[in-house]
């Protein structure tokens, strides 16, 4: 098939796409309407927990399709009963609601903390966040995210985001007034490229947060479900948010997305919060399968064996090639460049023959590695060789 023969003319143009239609995927890789194989190192944009059409999610939806779909989020259903006591389990948060996407559950995330502003604060309800942070594309997170011109793109937005910088816990104190609410990070700034706030910063939020009575919330839609080899992020820096947001990995491809909060914050009053597919059993059945797969003996270690030997090969990379280093937690990983050819090794990537490598460069000179959580060592071994070869073909150039 060629791709010619494809008119992707009834499809709304939001962004600048390759001449490629995907047509199947199988662990870590993915493979074209020519037949052509990709090594996948984006996996969805960090999605792909257990690479493409995991075994353990095609037996949860097909089992599950066949039970029950949608009763509606106005009843009971037993997989998102089920997933609520895993996630809050697992975690420090009391109770779940459910979403379908990233954005909707920062969303939630946002009215919670006004709601509970409004009970325990007098109304205020400002939140601050970070500079170049993200959290979504709906009007009031992208006034929360910090990617510059966001809040002004389709304005009037949604006030009350002042924007701090991240592991700068004085630019925090200095925004905070009577009107402030809350604070919200992501505990790594995935979109950004790859920047991890420091446990001492995540540390001194909590008790900045603690002394001027406001919410801590962790957007961990990339870096929760495994992502950073620790089931959340905000576990590696030993603190207690109040609330936390997931998508990304909890569906492991599909549309699943969380909002958790403890006990004392659940302050939503019937009617204020809700969504028509929102804890469907369909959705929340794979979102099962992929959470026991994450908690299945070793599967952490080998998550985190496999992060070091990226890391690894990555600041090896740097050291052969003059770079700037490496950084990440987990499989949620970047290679610091020393210049900005980072799109043009991705576009060499996709081109290598026969099978081409699939990477991310969120910024010129920032290359993102997302692969599947389960990714063996010989892919990564695979990707580096290829990434090395690409480096020194893109710079003979
Ligand atoms: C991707 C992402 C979002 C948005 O999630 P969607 O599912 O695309 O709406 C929000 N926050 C962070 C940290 C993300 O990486």
Known sequence: MEFSQFNTNALMEITSRPDLVFVRGQGSWLEDHAGKRYLDFVQGWAVNTLGHCAPEMQKALLEQSKLLMNPSPAFYN?????LAERLTGASVFDRVFFANSGGEAN??????????????????????????????????????????GWDK????????????????????RKLIDDQTVAIMLEPVQGEAGVIPASKEFMQGLRKLADEHKLLFIVDEVQTGMGRTGTMFAYQQSDVVPDIMTLAKGIGGGVPLAA???RQEVCVFSHGDQGGTYNGNPLMAAVGVAVFDALAAPGFMESVNARAKQLSEGLLALSAKYGMKGERGMGLLRALVMDRDDGPAIVEAAR??????????????NLLRFMPALNVTAEEIDTMLTQLDGLIAQVRKA
């Open 107 to 148: 969303e939630g995330a946002i009215k919670l903390a006004r709601k509970w502003g409004q009970v325990n604060k007098k109304g205020a309800y400002k939140i601050i966040t970070m500079n170049h942070g993200f959290h979504g594309r709906t009007l009031a997170t992208m006034s929360a995210s910090g990617k510059p």
């Open 153 to 172: 793109m389709f304005a009037p937005q949604v006030e009350g985001f002042p924007k701090a910088e991240i592991n700068d816990l004085e630019s925090v």
């Open 78 to 82: 037993l997989p998102s009963i089920e």
């Open 351 to 364: 081109n290598l023959s026969p099978n081409g490598l699939l990477l991310n460069a969120p910024r010129g």
């Open 259 to 261: 909002l958790l909060a």
